[in-house]
């Protein structure tokens, strides 16, 4: 049974995430006006027709890369608000409850859009540091006011017409379950860092090699303190430390073979 409907649509991206997307959008059903979901045309699962039995508004769409799928969306949605959330996070009761207080009290227009907080969990474990917390997310936007760069290839965030502030309540991300998921998910994330710096121009020079890795691997377990997640907290940095170091060697393989490693 909904509860007062917010002028928002909630709009999640999604391929292959049926066993994922049911209690993402049950986490904000309540409060929507409506859930849209953008299908990957190349999904292989039931993702679409389980969001559409749950009463989201489905549309098949072919692959542009996640900024342009972001822009689309916004084209997509019908409410005055966007909130983006991922098939593998919820929206958590406190955030629900500070949405709702927002919108009655006509504070919501104060900005054009809104940071959100999220808790991810990386092994069944909620992480403290490594510069996983608070990992704010500009999330809630004003639909007519953002718009995404579409040569960002990785962690795309809108560009906003208009001030931003945070928000009290969080997004709870189940970012990774398997060290095999980990791994895919990075060598992802590198190989689309490498594209966004090809695209710019970027350049290689021998010290990316050393200097990028160390630079991660201090961030993360250093400065952002992920030795308080353990065992966890050591693996993660030395991933994203390797990654850090293969998105120069694909940038690399770029630029020295470029009919084979252009970006398309």
């Known amino acids: 049974m909904k509860q007062e409907q917010l002028p928002v649509s909630v709009v999640i991206i999604a391929k292959d995430e049926a066993g994922f997307i049911g209690d993402a959008i049950r986490s904000v059903q309540p409060w929507a006006a409506e859930v849209v979901v953008l299908v990957d045309r190349r999904s292989s699962d039931a993702t679409a027709s389980v969001a559409s039995e749950l009463g989201a508004v489905v549309f098949m769409e072919h692959w542009l890369g996640f900024p342009a799928q972001r822009n689309l969306a916004l084209l997509r949605a019908q ?3 966007v909130f983006f959330l991922d098939a593998d996070e919820r929206c958590e009761p406190a955030l629900a409850a500070e949405l709702t207080e927002l919108c009655a009290t006509n ?3 104060v900005h054009a859009g809104w940071w959100i907080p999220r808790h991810n969990v ?3 474990r909620v992480l403290r540091g490594g510069g996983w917390y608070p990992d704010y997310q500009l999330r809630l936007l004003r639909r007519g006011a953002a718009q995404y760069d579409e ?3 990785v962690h795309e965030v809108a560009e906003v017409a208009g001030s931003t502030a945070q928000l009290s309540g969080h997004i709870t991300h189940l970012n990774i379950v398997t060290f095999a998921e980990l791994w895919q998910k ?3 994330y590198a190989r689309r860092e490498a594209t966004t710096m090809y695209r710019a121009g970027r350049q290689v020079r021998w010290r990316n090699y050393v200097g990028a890795p160390v630079r991660e691997f201090v961030y993360r377990y250093v400065r952002n ?4 997640d353990g065992w966890v907290g050591l693996v993660l940095a030395c991933v994203m430390a390797w990654f850090a170091l ?3 060697v694909w940038l690399g393989q770029m630029r020295t073979e470029p009919v084979q490693g252009a970006p398309s």
């Open 225 to 228: 303190q992920g030795w308080r």
């Open 246 to 248: 293969q998105s120069f």
């Open 79 to 81: 409410q005055p608000w």
């Open 122 to 124: 990386f092994f069944g």
């Open 151 to 153: 040569r960002i290839e």
């Open 107 to 109: 504070r919501i227009g």
């Open 186 to 188: 990075q060598a992802a």
